[in-house]
Antibody
Framework: QVQLQESGPGLVRPSQTLSLTCTVS??????????WSWIRQPPGKGLEWIGY???????YYNPSLKSRVTISVDTSKNQFSLKLTSVTAADTAVYFC?????????????WGQGTLVTVSS | DIQLTQSPSFLSASVGDRVTITCRAS??????LAWYQQTPGKAPKLLIY???TLQSGVPSRFSGSGSGTEFTLTISSLQPEDFATYYC?????????FGQGTKLEIK
């Protein structure tokens, strides 16, 4: 059974960098059939896709965040990571990592439990 | 970006009711649409992909239909565990986008 687990600080100061890691277990992050995404959800609000990384290192970011986002992968550790720079209170959210599968159609079939990151001084 | 608009945003219903949620896309997305269920404090759970394909393990009372710009999620007979928020999501292009959500509450 595939499992994803987010980890990282729950509190980040304004203007600093938010850093999270997603550890994948029960499956290989190096499989050609999957993309690995970050998605966030501000408290009480809807879902926003941040971006994805492929095991080869290919990335695609949401244009709304592109100037501040970096997603990287460490295949040796079966992990991928998110960095979001220059954070403000608007970046306070639950951050989820998720696996996007491809089998003719795409879908997010496995998600981490989510981790709340609060931006506050 | 492809915009997804769900209706209604809030829905009040009773156990045993049949309910339908609609998702409209700002441009055609073929059948590249998925539906998720989210309960408080949990990650979204995949219900349906490819507009109408039921994910393994999801009860058959859930069904999806549509293509192009209009899609529906139907729950044939509401169970207590179905009261949650539902999101549609498109996979036709980037960035991936979600509908704003439909909160299904107990009447």
């Amino acid at each position: 059974q595939v499992q994803l687990q987010e980890s990282g600080p729950g509190l980040v100061r304004p203007s600093q960098t938010l850093s999270l890691t997603c550890t994948v277990s029960g499956g290989s992050i190096s499989s050609a059939d999957y993309y690995w995404s970050w998605i966030r959800q501000p408290p009480g609000k809807g879902l926003e896709w941040i971006g994805y990384i492929y095991y080869s290192g290919t990335t695609y970011y949401n244009p709304s965040l592109k100037s501040r986002v970096t997603i990287s992968v460490d295949t040796s550790k079966n992990q991928f990571s998110l960095k979001l720079t220059s954070v403000t209170a608007a970046d306070t959210a639950v951050y989820f990592c998720a696996r996007e599968s491809w089998s003719g159609y795409f879908y997010f079939d496995y998600w981490g439990q989510g981790t709340l990151v609060t931006v506050s001084s | 970006d492809i915009q997804l608009t769900q209706s209604p945003s809030f829905l009040s219903a009773s156990v045993g009711d049949r309910v339908t949620i609609t998702c409209r896309a700002s441009q055609g997305i073929s059948s590249y649409l998925a539906w998720y269920q989210q309960t408080p404090g949990k990650a979204p759970k995949l219900l349906i992909y490819a507009a109408s394909t039921l994910q393994s393990g999801v009860p058959s009372r859930f069904s999806g239909s549509g293509s192009g710009t209009e899609f529906t999620l139907t729950i044939s007979s509401l169970q207590p565990e179905d009261f949650a928020t539902y999101y549609c999501q498109q996979f036709n292009g980037y960035p991936r986008t979600f509908g704003q959500g439909t909160k299904l509450e107990i009447k």
